[in-house]
């Protein structure tokens, strides 16, 4: 049964700005070193870190907690398979307020789709408990 749903669409722009104004301490604040690694790699670098950016952002919309002390940006990590299809991992506190939304002894399920057209990414973000 799905548990939470969430989007987000942000300004790739927006993100481009953090990363010039902050740099890695914007970058290691919000993104795991996996995350790190793999958006430093795209040709397209930031608008790889805004897809991620939506998709964390849509996912704590749809723990419906936002980003807080007990959900934060590094317990949401998204991961693209070979194929280039997105998935997120929920650790700590996200993990936490999933398992809360579902019934006990439930599996939870992430799925996750992201999309950008410049100026703008997009992600769609649902939660199921199996």
């Given amino acids: 049964m799905i548990v939470g749903m969430g ?19 914007f ?5 795991t070193e996996d995350e790190r690694s793999l958006c430093d790699g795209r040709g397209d670098r930031v608008g790889a870190y805004a897809k991620r ?16 002390e007990s959900v934060y ?25 999933a398992q809360a939304l579902a019934p006990d002894s439930s599996d939870i399920r992430v799925h996750v789709t992201t999309t950008d057209e410049y100026p703008y990414a997009q992600a769609f973000v649902v939660i199921e408990a199996v």
């Fill in 7 to 25: 989007s987000d669409l942000v300004d790739i722009r927006r993100i481009e700005r953090s990363i010039e104004r902050f740099g890695d301490r």
């Fill in 27 to 31: 970058l290691t604040r919000v993104f």
């Fill in 53 to 68: 950016f939506a998709a964390k952002e849509a996912c704590s919309k749809a723990l419906g907690t936002g980003i807080q």
């Fill in 73 to 97: 940006w590094h317990h949401m990590e998204v991961r693209t398979a070979s194929g280039g299809k997105p998935s997120m991992v929920l650790t700590d506190g996200a993990m936490s307020a």
